[in-house]
């Protein structure tokens, strides 16, 4: 299977870096993640936006390219990019493994083992995690809805043995 421009969508800890990564490397695309537009990167803590008229012109920089990965748990502001895309990956992992991937990567980056210039304290992870639950409930519910419009696109990851059996149609 060929493409040129791949959206990839889930709720946190769901494996969109992970497969993005994993894509991009096997297919020399660039890959995008949305955290870097959506917030504001002249900070080093987490949770100021960044302004929304930098954030579209940021998408339609990354949009307007012959080819793209772009990955994250966004969606109400990324109609374009669902419409642009080629292929459509939803990931729909368990909410629990999800929960030990977020906790996991926090410990990481607390030790030093994962490099990450921004602040992340255990009230936010605490957050986070509630977050993630509360994501499959309404965020993702809201997100298919949108993605829904273009069926002929949309590819649903649920496990790591799903995303293995897509990864070997791309090769």
Not at 6 to 18: D, R
Not at 130 to 150: P, T
């Amino acid at each position: 299977m060929e493409f040129m421009k791949l959206h990839i969508i889930g709720g946190p800890g769901s494996g969109k870096t992970y497969i993005s990564n994993l894509i991009s490397s096997q297919t020399n695309i660039k890959n995008y993640d949305l955290d870097d537009i959506f917030w504001n990167n002249f900070l080093n803590t987490f949770g100021i936006k960044a302004d929304t008229k930098t954030r579209d012109t940021n998408l339609h920089k990354i949009l307007s390219n012959d080819c793209w990965i772009i990955e994250g748990v966004y969606y109400a502001w990324l109609n374009e990019s669902f419409r642009r895309a080629d292929i459509i990956i939803v990931l729909k992992t368990n909410v629990y493994i999800r929960d030990w991937r977020i906790i996991r990567r926090f410990v990481k980056r607390k030790i030093g083992l994962v490099p990450y210039n921004k602040k992340e304290t255990l009230k936010g992870l605490i957050e986070l995690i509630k977050w993630n639950h509360s994501y499959d409930k309404k965020n993702m519910i809201e997100a298919e809805q949108m993605i829904d419009r273009f069926p002929n696109k949309k590819v649903v990851i649920n496990n790591r043995k799903g995303m293995y059996e897509f990864l070997k149609q791309l090769v």
